[in-house]
């Protein structure tokens, strides 16, 4: 099925889905703060950024939704109408 929008309105709709700080990741770091868990903000870890790294030990956090985990069967899951391939195999590598 092809998109509904134009190219650049697609472009414009992506560009405002956020990327950090979203409600998920917020929830998270105030329950690692009300278990008392010290997390530090790390940019110089390789590979993926994590959401948070608890600062007492080698422990790294990620929030990832239904969509990078490819659940089967979920609606949160569905891949795009446009670059089916594209985001497919994106997910299979995470
Ligand atoms: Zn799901």
């Known amino acids: 099925?092809?998109?509904v929008y134009s190219k650049t309105k697609r472009l414009?709709?992506?560009s405002k889905i956020k990327?950090?700080?979203?409600?998920?990741?917020i929830r998270?770091?105030?329950l690692l703060k009300e278990l008392g868990l010290v997390t530090q903000h790390r940019?110089?870890?390789?590979?993926?950024r994590p959401d948070a790294v608890l600062?007492?030990?080698k422990i790294v956090l990620f929030v990832n939704g239904c969509f990078w985990h490819g659940h089967k069967n979920c609606s949160r899951?569905?891949?795009?109408?446009?670059?089916g391939i594209f985001w497919q195999t994106?997910?299979?590598k995470i």
Not at 77 to 83: G, I, Y
């Open 55 to 57: 600062s007492r030990g």
């Open 43 to 48: 940019k110089d870890l390789l590979g993926r």
């Open 12 to 14: 414009e709709i992506m």
């Open 28 to 30: 998270l770091a105030l």
């Open 1 to 3: 099925m092809a998109d």
């Open 90 to 92: 994106k997910i299979e």
């Open 77 to 83: 899951a569905s891949l795009p109408s446009t670059n």
């Open 19 to 25: 990327g950090k700080h979203t409600s998920p990741e």
